[in-house]
């Protein structure tokens, strides 16, 4: 994992597994987002198996998968009322986290 801080509270990364959810907890997130569509690489780990290892560990999970190229206003909606709810660092992932910089930047516009 190779985790990118955009602000104080908000991180993106590349892809993660199950396995990585007690590092991350450890680091003190509290919120993941997963906004990779499940099956679009190879050997990717489903979203519910995230949210699981996720849930196991005290920490939220939620899913916005935006296709490339194809980020909607209402993902950036949904993205925004996610992090405006929630305090705490939040992690946000897709296949290498440029994805999740675009939603967060169109979640301050919209």
């Known amino acids: ?8 509270s908000f991180h993106v990364t590349g ?5 990585h959810i007690k590092e991350l907890a450890g680091l003190g997130y509290r919120t993941v987002i997963c906004m990779r ?11 519910s198996d995230v949210a699981e290892a996720a849930g ?12 490339p190229g194809a980020m909607t206003e209402q ?3 949904e993205l925004k009322k ?3 709810e929630r305090e705490g660092p939040t992690l946000a992932y897709c296949a290498s986290g ?7 930047e169109m979640s301050k516009r919209v």
């Open 1 to 8: 994992m190779s985790i990118r801080p955009v602000d104080p």
């Open 15 to 19: 892809q993660i597994a199950p396995s």
């Open 37 to 47: 569509p499940d099956q679009e690489g190879f050997f990717q780990p489903a979203f």
């Open 56 to 67: 196991q560990a005290g920490i939220e999970a939620f899913y916005i998968p935006v296709k």
């Open 75 to 77: 993902q950036a909606l």
């Open 82 to 84: 996610i992090l405006g």
């Open 98 to 104: 440029n994805r999740c910089v675009a939603a967060y």
